[in-house]
């Protein structure tokens, strides 16, 4: 059983950044597809970024393309979302997730990491 562990998030004002991390428990993270997705207050969880085992293909939800980067290191068993331009509809609960078989079902997550813009 894969533990994941989120961390970097917080308040932050409209047009700001931060950037979170998600690490993981296990080396066989590094064969993984992980995937960072969030829940506002009152809403569906939704999908935001996911990044291919080798980092060689990232996809982006439309409402973050551009302004959000996900990048990994597999040497540190650890996936980081940047968040460039935040925008208070950015305020949600996100969290990390692992797709073992890359078939797009997540079958690991992590408790997640508040982040709250401020207009």
């Known amino acids: 059983q894969v533990q994941l562990v989120e961390s970097g998030g917080g308040l932050v004002q409209a047009g700001g950044s931060l950037r979170l991390s998600c690490t993981a428990s296990?080396?066989?993270?590094?064969?993984?597809?992980m995937g960072w997705l969030r829940q506002a207050p009152g809403k569906e969880r939704e999908f935001v970024a996911r990044?291919?085992?080798?980092?060689?293909?990232?996809y982006y939800a439309e409402s973050v393309k551009g302004r959000f980067t996900i990048s990994r290191d597999n040497a540190k068993n650890t996936v980081y979302l940047q968040m460039n331009s935040l925008k208070p509809e950015d305020t949600a609960v996100y969290y990390c997730?692992?797709?073992?078989?890359?078939?797009?079902?997540?079958?690991?997550w992590g408790q997640g990491t508040q982040v709250t813009v401020s207009s």
């Open positions: 296990e080396r066989t993270f590094g064969w993984y597809a």
């Open positions: 997730a692992a797709d073992r078989a890359a078939d797009g079902s997540w079958d690991y």
């Open positions: 990044i291919s085992w080798n980092g060689g293909n990232t």
